[in-house]
């Protein structure tokens, strides 16, 4: 099956700091998705971006599929940031797999 | 509109003890997952419907997990007898179909065997 490998694993900050996430798969995908996971366990949907640049406020993301990676860029980073960051992505019509994760922390 | 709903939030059982949850998607989605999610791992699939049909079951351990989606709509998630290592979050999610459609992840049942 498809591989998924998010770097770095753990990433501590400074408020106000900005910082990048990656996302490398093994092969083609049709869906690609970001997540933050909250101190209470939800999945809180990022980004939905198979492909391109999307912003929303502070964050933004871009994935080139040609070269199988997906980066995730947090800008003025507050606390409310901190969590774990998921990224996941599906081949085809095959199941939607995720990496490992990178846990921010950010402190005041 | 309404998000997708798990419920319980929280259950403690004993070892070999038997545990079901349940899960209700957005309206209208057709595909459903079940995710664990083992304490600092990303989540892994167990089962994936399309409709009432199962289209993903190859991480499920059907000796003692059990899955299904009757009318197409709500599903339940079931672990008989449970085990130690079943101590996990069980996440349930939905998506329009299983193709490139995005998935919402309900809260969460945080289950603790003992």
């Known amino acids: 099956g498809i591989q998924v490998e998010q770097s770095p694993p753990d990433l501590i900050l400074q408020e106000g700091a900005n910082s990048t996430l990656r996302c490398n798969f093994s092969d083609s995908v049709n869906n690609l998705q970001w997540f933050h996971q909250n101190p209470w366990g939800q999945l809180i949907n990022l980004f939905y971006i198979p492909s391109g640049t999307k912003q929303n406020g502070r964050l933004s993301a871009t994935t080139v599929a040609t070269e199988r990676y997906s980066l995730l860029y947090i800008s003025s980073s507050q606390t409310t940031d901190s969590g774990v960051y998921f990224c996941?992505?599906?081949?085809?019509?095959?199941?939607?797999?995720f990496g490992q994760g990178t846990i921010l922390t950010v402190h005041p | 509109e309404a998000g997708v709903a798990q419920s319980p939030r929280y259950k403690i059982i004993e070892k070999r003890q038997s545990v079901a949850f349940w899960c209700n998607p957005i309206s209208g989605h057709a595909t459903l997952y079940w995710y664990q999610q083992i304490l600092g791992q990303g989540p892994k699939l167990l089962i994936q419907f399309q409709n009432n049909g199962v289209v993903d079951d190859s991480q499920l351990p059907k000796d003692r997990f059990s899955a299904e989606r009757l009318k197409g709509v709500d599903s339940t998630l079931k672990i008989q007898p449970a085990k130690l290592e079943d101590s996990a979050v069980y996440l349930c999610?939905?998506?329009?179909?299983?193709?490139?459609?995005?998935?919402?992840f309900g809260q969460g049942t945080r289950l603790t065997v003992v």
């Open positions: 996941a992505v599906k081949a085809s019509y095959g199941k939607l797999t």
């Open positions: 999610a939905s998506s329009l179909d299983s193709g490139n459609t995005e998935a919402f």
